[in-house]
T-cell receptor
């Protein structure tokens, strides 16, 4: 089974803090993704990566950056957290041959 | 970003009833996926479809890839309480750069 692990299930941060969300996959997948999920807005793509050190902006990259130094790890960074970044964050890893994304359990981030 | 039209947005049914939901798009897709998300968890893959007209079952769940390649439906037969959750469709367009497009989700509530 594919395993995608997000380092934290719940996080509470203060406005202006730098926040790191970590995601690790154990299947040697090239493609990894970060989404945020808000009620009524579905899943929105923030950034994705198709190889080590490679990244592309998704639909809502403003206020976020990412890092992919190793194939198995994809990090989402909030340089200066703001209250409108309070959300559920989901990481996914993709099996290219089957066009399937496997998701982590999510990190619920609250910015106060 | 592009999104799929998923309906209905929510359903309230009695235990034992059958459920049907669908997704439509203005674009042709070469893959359709159906996910389920339990409260506070990440989406989990239910069914993957790869060919127009394909009909696939997974237990009480049945999904079909529309003939036009622009739609898909998911049926759940004889619903049980653990079917509660949010169901998402997702698809990949041929020129989709290895990304998925997601529906807004159908929230299923079951009265025992």
């Amino acid at each position: 089974d594919v395993k995608v692990t997000q380092s934290s299930r719940y996080l509470v941060k203060r406005t202006g803090e730098k926040v790191f969300l970590e995601c690790v996959q154990d299947m040697d997948h090239e493609n990894m993704f970060w989404y945020r999920q808000d009620p009524g807005l579905g899943l929105r793509l923030i950034y994705f990566s198709y190889d080590v050190k490679m990244k592309e902006k998704g639909d809502i990259p403003e206020g976020y950056s990412v890092s992919r130094e190793k194939k198995e790890r994809f990090s989402l960074i909030l340089e200066s957290a703001s209250t409108n970044q309070t959300s559920m964050y989901l990481c996914a890893s993709m099996v290219l041959a089957k066009n399937i994304q496997y998701f982590g359990a999510g990190t619920r981030l609250s910015v106060l | 970003g592009q999104q799929l039209n998923q309906s209905p947005q929510s359903m309230f049914i009695q235990e034992g009833e059958d459920v049907s939901m669908n997704c439509t798009s203005s674009s042709i897709f070469n893959t359709w996926l159906w996910y389920k998300q339990d409260p506070g968890e990440g989406p989990v893959l239910l069914i993957a479809l790869y060919k127009a007209g394909e009909l696939t079952s997974n237990g009480r769940l049945t999904a079909q890839f529309g003939i036009t390649r622009k739609d898909s439906f998911l049926n759940i037969s004889a619903s049980i309480p653990s079917d509660v959750g949010i169901y998402f469709c997702a698809g990949q367009i041929p020129q989709g750069a290895q990304k998925l497009v997601f529906g807004q989700g159908t929230r299923l509530t079951i009265n025992p």
